[in-house]
């Protein structure tokens, strides 16, 4: 069962703006241990979108930002744009279970 | 360019055993942890174990839904690393996927993903 929730389903017209939330506890999230985020086109392997909360790896556009305040972290996607239709899943430590724990995954839709 | 290949899918037998085996290239092997992850069919993603780098102790972590029955090695002459699954069941069905760890284990992230492999758990 996933630690860390996220709401199923988001979905917007090209241009807008996106946002999808991740929400944890005081052994993950508001432990203090970082939040990445993971981008999985349909039918692939995931891809590192954000790391470190707020962090995007080299190729990853600007559109991409993350955030994380307490026991909660965010992605939003600004410019939404087809190709950013996909799965997208939060991911931390978590200290009780002593690993690593993936949120629920969300799958973002561009109408 | 960074890559990683799982191999050794296939379809098993409840109660049996599977290696899986993910061969990397692009980057210097044994300076990196590797971890393994896998997908049910329609499910989200789950953390299975991990190795840290040789120079860290090369020792293990593992979810609690696989400790005892997996196990995770490396070969860095080789560029490998292993993940051992015995005593399947058919809740193992799943796509695994390893990948590249960039920094500590708390601290960090699969940076490089492969390609993944299916494991079918059926009698």
């Known amino acids: 069962q996933s630690v860390l929730t996220q709401s199923p389903s988001v979905s917007g017209a090209p241009g807008q703006r996106v946002t999808i939330s991740c929400t944890g506890s005081?052994?993950?999230?508001?432990?203090?241990?970082?939040v990445h985020w993971y981008q999985q086109l349909p039918g692939t392997a995931p891809q590192l979108l954000i790391y470190?909360?707020?962090n995007r790896p080299s190729g990853v556009p600007d559109r991409f930002s993350g955030s994380k305040s307490g026991t909660s972290a965010s992605l939003a996607i600004s410019g939404l744009q087809a190709e950013d239709e996909a799965d997208y899943y939060c991911?931390?430590?978590?200290?009780?279970?002593?690993?690593?724990?993936f949120g629920t995954g969300t799958k973002v839709t561009v109408l | 360019e960074v890559q990683l290949v799982e191999s050794g899918g296939g379809l098993v037998k409840p109660g049996r055993s599977l290696r899986l085996s993910c061969t990397a290239s692009?980057?210097?092997?044994?300076?990196?942890?590797v971890s393994w992850f896998r997908q049910a069919p329609g499910k989200g993603l789950e953390w299975v174990g991990f190795i840290r780098s040789k120079a860290y102790g090369g020792t293990t972590e593992y979810a609690a839904s696989v400790k005892g029955r997996f196990s995770i090695s490396r070969d860095d002459s080789k560029s490998i690393a292993y993940l051992q699954m015995n005593s399947l069941n058919t809740e193992d069905t799943a796509v695994y996927y390893c990948s590249r760890w960039y920094y500590d284990f708390w601290s960090g992230y699969p940076d490089y993903w492969g390609q993944g492999a299916l494991v079918t758990v059926s009698s």
């Open positions: 470190g909360n707020n």
């Open positions: 692009g980057f210097t092997f044994g300076d990196y942890g």
């Open positions: 005081s052994s993950n999230i508001g432990a203090g241990y970082d």
């Open positions: 991911q931390s430590y978590d200290s009780s279970l002593s690993g690593h724990v």
